[in-house]
């Protein structure tokens, strides 16, 4: 991309024929206009493509004959641009106008802040229906080493309306500075670049980074004047009680269950203090112990993630080598995120 914007867009799709109208609207009503966009298509085998080309000519986009996953398309898209700021899309998101110039405006007067997200709200997409209920207004850190969204399935009423510090943020939306992705980047065994963890391929990449960020001490914030809405379907983060939790995993595809088990424990290998572990091991083992069965139970858990694990083990322990290289704080210092 050749001229220089303040800001680049990555749009990573997949099937998102049914999605792109409200998206792309939303984008194109943005009252900042310093913004470039890249659209990686990851394989759709519906409209989207088409779509794309027919409304939006002027928009650059790569084709994919398969899906690559979440992480590398990003990756290609950060690596492809050199904006001083980079936005994750999401297919599934709707931007109110003002967006991107709240954000941009946060980032500028904050310098030392490394990545930001808005207030999402709940998007029903099937009746059209923006809701005043909280999607994410960041992420935040349990002592079982679970990574939610916070205040995930809340009425907001006015009581959220100030900007705060967060532990990190979600993957629906984000805005990252490039000088601090450049700083928790890491190197994979073919020699290139990796933001987003690529092993992971999709789901939990976006906490993956959101840890390496805290670990190098660089911030991240919620920015309340920012707006968003999210056509979340498989949020489970406000559920608290067994039952709910297990429930929700029964109702997500197999292949989502099947990578969210295995990354959340390719994530806790490579970020995680061992000594913070172990003052929170009963936590987390009974945590681990819980969902194991309960997925086992709903047949949504088996040796291959297990295998997978090990097989991707020697690739985490190179990539945790780095991980400590750039990290810049205490153990102790990430203990105050848990909750």
């Known amino acids: ?51 794309i080309k027919e409304n939006y000519p002027q928009f650059k986009i790569v084709e994919h004959k398969n899906n690559l996953g979440f992480a590398q398309a990003h990756n290609q898209i950060i ?23 709240n954000i941009v405006k946060f980032l500028d007067n904050n310098k030392k802040v490394g990545s930001v997200t808005g207030k999402l709200y709940k998007w029903e997409f099937e009746e059209n229906k923006k809701t005043k209920t909280i999607d994410s207004i960041g992420l935040e850190l349990y002592k079982n ?47 290139r670049e990796e933001f987003f963890d690529e092993d992971f391929f999709a789901y939990k990449e976006d906490v993956d980074l959101a840890f390496r960020l805290r670990l190098a001490d660089i ?38 269950n099947y990578l969210s088990y295995r990354n959340h424990l390719l994530m806790l290998y490579k970020n995680s203090f061992r000594i913070n572990i172990f003052k929170n091991f009963h936590h987390i083992a009974w945590y681990e112990l819980r969902k194991y069965i309960f997925m086992k139970i709903f047949n949504r858990v088996n040796n291959k993630q297990i295998k997978s694990f090990c097989k991707l083990r020697p690739l985490m322990k190179n990539k945790r080598k780095q991980i400590k290289e750039l990290t810049k704080i205490q153990a102790q210092d990430m203990l105050k995120w848990i909750k």
């Not at 867009?9 to 943005?30: D, F, H, P, R, W």
């Not at 690596?79 to 110039?101: A, F, G, H, P």
């Not at 920012?226 to 929700?248: E, G, V």
């Open 145 to 191: 080493y679970r990574v939610v969204d916070r205040q995930e399935g809340v009425e907001d009423i006015g009581q959220f309306n100030s900007n705060e510090e967060v532990f990190g943020i979600s993957g629906a939306i984000p805005v990252y500075r490039r000088k601090a992705l450049d700083k928790v980047k890491i190197i994979n065994n073919s020699g």
């Open 219 to 256: 911030s991240s914030y919620y920015v309340a004047n920012a707006i968003a809405w999210h056509d979340r379907s498989t949020a489970n983060s406000h559920l608290q009680t067994n039952w709910k939790i297990a429930s929700a995993h029964r109702k997500k595809n197999r292949m989502v």
């Open 79 to 101: 690596s492809w641009t050199r904006s001083e700021y980079i936005m994750c899309m999401n297919q599934d998101i709707v931007l109110d106008k003002d967006y991107i110039k």
């Open 1 to 51: 991309m050749n001229k220089q914007k303040k800001l680049s867009i990555g749009l990573v799709t997949y099937n998102a024929e049914k999605y792109l109208y409200s998206c792309l609207i939303s984008l194109m009503n943005q009252s900042f206009k310093d913004w470039e966009i890249l659209i990686i298509d990851n394989g759709s085998t519906d409209g989207t493509i088409r779509y």
